[in-house]
């Protein structure tokens, strides 16, 4: 069998259109690996992280102050809460007065605050007040701020709905 020019000039073109086959396949694999990049920058540069913080303020009225913070950079949204009050379970603002009451001494005049941050979406940099218990009375202050142990444990997700579990001041694991 003799090759002719156009024999040569067709195979070479083959050799040619299968070199440039498999770049672009190359090519496909590393924008599509560089989209994912992109798509996970995007997504860390919209993660919030919560944290939470208890402070006592020591002044004409003395306060326990347990707060919730984004010190992230995107919004969250917190989906669900629970709260304990000194490791029991506390399901609603009633419960938690009627166990304080139970812990102050009778007729005690304190004031109470407290904010179920249940389905609310909290910005960057927020800070929200959980609960707030406050007296005048620098015994009842001393009982508030010894006597109270309280703890929230909450979910919250991303605007991209990836999902922490927030025990204590700790982000766990995804949660449901």
């Not at 707030?132 to 919250?156: H, L, M, N, Q």
């Amino acid at each position: 069998m003799k090759l002719n020019r156009s024999d040569i000039t067709a195979f070479l073109a083959l050799l040619v259109s299968l070199g440039a086959l498999f770049v672009s396949i190359v090519e496909a694999n590393i924008m599509r690996d560089q989209q994912k990049i992109m798509q996970s920058q995007q997504k860390a540069s919209m993660f919030p992280y919560l944290t939470q913080k208890v402070k006592f303020e020591l002044a004409e009225t003395s306060a326990y102050v347990h707060t919730l913070e984004n010190k992230g950079l995107g919004p969250a949204k917190v989906k669900t809460s629970s709260f304990r009050l000194n490791d029991e379970p506390v399901a609603n603002y009633q419960e938690l007065k009627n166990k304080l009451d139970a812990l102050l001494p009778p007729n005690t005049k304190y004031s109470i605050s407290f904010f179920d941050p249940k389905s609310y979406f909290m910005t960057a940099k927020e800070k929200i007040t959980v609960l707030r218990v406050a007296s005048e009375d620098p015994a009842v202050a001393a009982t508030i701020v010894s006597g109270i142990t309280f703890e929230i444990e909450f979910c919250y997700c991303s605007i991209f709905e990836d999902c922490w579990l927030h025990d204590e001041d700790e982000s766990l694991q995804a949660c449901p």
